[in-house]
């Protein structure tokens, strides 16, 4: 059988073990434990949220308990107005509710991470809670309860109305997992620069996030306003927030299962701790910790368990490089250069990284950017990519100015850079990789074509699992299946044996004629420059020193003494 049927049976094997587990349950279990299983399915939902803002995205959030409440409030209020449809139509308007104020909250966190941002949104939490506690919630003060419709009424069928909606949300997030949307997130967690570089819109990114997290969290209120049939403030004390952002991260609820796991956790703990007359504070502790050691370790609860199950399934055999298919055309050398770069200056305070420096990539080109450490190659890339200002300089691709284009519209535009840290997002799987990178719906055959010859990893591979050097070559990879006019490597070579390196040259030799892409290609190792490139620029103190073809541009006197530090004549000897 296909491994992508044998996938779908087991996912589908699963989904009905867990329909028949939640019918067992609510059959037959006692009415308080009923109580207690819904309870953590509804947590469970809003658990899901963090793992979409927290868990995928990487940002602090500290409000989800405030998203919970306005869809509580919206609930109420919808009942109290007596909105036809009941819980089947209230539902999803509370979610939708809550997402303004998750894009309010997003705002922020356009600027802002880390302890700032959690500040930020505990404050939105506290201010949330203020306002709620000051009114009351509809329908609080003339004692009218949310009503449920037919076919829910009863909390055995309340349960199961929980575990749909829980199965609903879970289903949603791992098909957005599977678009752009669900990679841009995860990307995002790792490095927003990279992302910016693969064409995404960081800020689109950050705020669908919070808005779909908000929304989820909408949901998880509207299901407790059912569950409690009459909510008050204290139900969504900001301090939760903070419980559930350390429950989130334990049990890793970026995938369902953690989700699942977190909220039946935050009700047992509670429980056993009730039982042994402990005060239920404790339980905070508890999941503290936990949080603790899960982000010491880089993973939660969840994560182990895939890991754990990975091992357990058969190893597939290692992919073993293959050949790229030949190329039998030559590259593309007419119409507009692909990259021309005009009077770019880079200024950091009074250093001068880099002082009107002009270069020209011609399409069908691979074109060496080299110079000593500290001569400005990283600030030149950074400023042709629209990391930094060009300080009043051109940057053309293919004759159209991007000079003052945002970074992801750059890429947009062709002009695709790679970068010397790793920053390949380790949340996603190489096809995931690829797919995001390129921006393209690509076939496996196609993933497979881009690979060739470069690096010897599978379609399913985990990036976690690969090593630097590996997720270097990948990111290149991602870059050229984008087929962008331009792709800006930024020391591609750095962390690859001399094999390595030499085979490298020779496959980016080939890149204009298989992607019809040119290349800028910024390195130290100079017979990587002399196998791929047709020309080269030399970089000295943020000046171009010499530029032409490689063997007549390391031959230079010039060249040698900044470059290489040697004297022109044992220099002359060494070339
Ligand atoms: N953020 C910054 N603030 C101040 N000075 C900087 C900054 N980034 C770079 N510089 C300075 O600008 C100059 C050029 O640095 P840059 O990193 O662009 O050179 P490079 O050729 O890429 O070096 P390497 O080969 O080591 O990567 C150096 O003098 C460096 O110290």
């Given amino acids: 059988m296909r491994p992508a049927n044998v996938v779908l049976l087991r996912r589908v094997g699963i989904a009905a073990g867990l329909a028949v587990l939640a019918y067992g349950l609510a059959a037959g279990l006692p009415a308080y434990w009923v109580f207690l299983a819904m309870s953590a399915v509804i947590s469970g939902v809003l658990l899901q949220s963090l793992g979409v803002v927290a868990g995928q995205a990487g940002m602090v959030s500290l409000c989800q308990m405030a998203f919970a409440a306005i869809g509580a409030w919206t609930t109420a209020q919808l009942n109290v107005w007596g909105v036809p449809g009941g819980l089947w139509v209230w539902l999803p308007l509370a979610g939708l509710a809550a997402v303004p104020f998750g894009l309010l909250i997003g705002l922020p966190a356009l600027r802002l991470r880390g302890v700032h941002l959690a500040i930020i949104t505990l404050g939105f939490a506290a201010t949330v809670d203020i306002v709620m506690a000051a009114g009351s919630f509809p329908g609080v003060s003339q004692g009218i309860v949310v009503g449920r419709p037919a076919g829910l009424a009863s909390e055995r069928q309340y349960f199961l109305f929980c575990c749909g909606v829980f199965a609903l949300v879970a289903v949603a997030l791992a098909v957005v997992r599977r678009t752009r949307l669900g990679a841009s997130w995860r990307a995002l967690r790792e490095s927003e620069r990279a992302t910016a570089a693969a064409g995404t819109s960081v800020p689109g990114a950050k705020l669908s996030a919070f808005a779909v997290s908000a929304f989820i969290a909408g949901l998880s209120g509207a299901l407790l306003a059912g569950q409690l049939a009459m909510v008050v403030s204290r139900n969504f004390d900001p301090g939760q927030s903070l419980v559930a952002y350390a429950v989130a991260i334990m049990a890793g609820a970026h995938h369902a299962e953690g989700a699942l796991i977190g909220g039946a956790l935050g009700v047992l703990v509670a429980e056993l701790l009730r039982r042994f007359g402990v005060p239920q504070q404790w339980a905070n502790v508890v999941f503290a910790v936990g949080a603790v050691q899960a982000m010491t370790q880089g993973s939660g609860i969840s994560d182990g368990l895939r890991a754990l199950l990975r091992r357990r399934r058969r190893t597939p055999a290692a992919p073993t490089a293959v050949e790229p298919p030949a ?49 400005g190659k990283s600030s030149l890339v950074d400023a042709i990519s629209g990391f930094v200002s060009a300080g009043g300089g051109t940057v053309e691709v293919r004759g159209v100015q991007a000079a003052g284009l945002a970074v992801h519209r750059r890429a947009r535009a062709g002009l695709r850079r790679t970068f ?25 055959a196609e993933l497979a074509e881009g690979l060739a010859g470069l690096v010897a990893v599978a379609p399913g591979d985990p990036i976690a699992a690969l090593d630097v050097g590996t997720r270097r070559l990948l990111e290149v990879a991602g870059t050229l299946l984008a087929r962008p006019a331009v792709a800006v490597l930024d020391e591609p070579a750095a962390g690859l044996g001399h094999a390595e390196s030499e085979r490298l040259g020779a496959w980016l030799a080939q890149v204009p004629a298989r992607y019809g892409a040119a290349v800028l290609l910024i390195e130290h190792d100079l017979d990587l420059v002399r196998a791929a490139c047709t020309g080269v620029t030399v970089l000295d103190f943020g000046e171009v020193i010499a530029e032409g073809p490689p063997a007549e541009v390391f031959a230079e006197p010039r060249v040698l003494r900044a470059y290489l530090g040697e004297e022109p004549e044992e220099a002359t000897h060494e070339s």
């Avoid at 270069?359 to 001569?375: D, Q, R, S």
Wanted: net charge neutral.
């Fill in 327 to 375: 190329v039998t055309a030559p590259a593309d050398t007419t119409g507009p250069d692909a990259l021309r770069i005009s009077g770019v200056s880079v200024r950091y305070g009074q250093v001068v990284a880099v002082d009107d420096v002009s270069l020209t990539v011609p399409a069908g080109g691979v074109h060496g950017l080299v110079g000593p450490n500290g001569a």
């Fill in 420 to 444: 010397q840290q790793d920053r390949v997002p380790v949340g996603l799987t190489v096809r995931e990789y690829l797919r995001f990178a390129s921006r393209r719906p690509l076939s496996d």
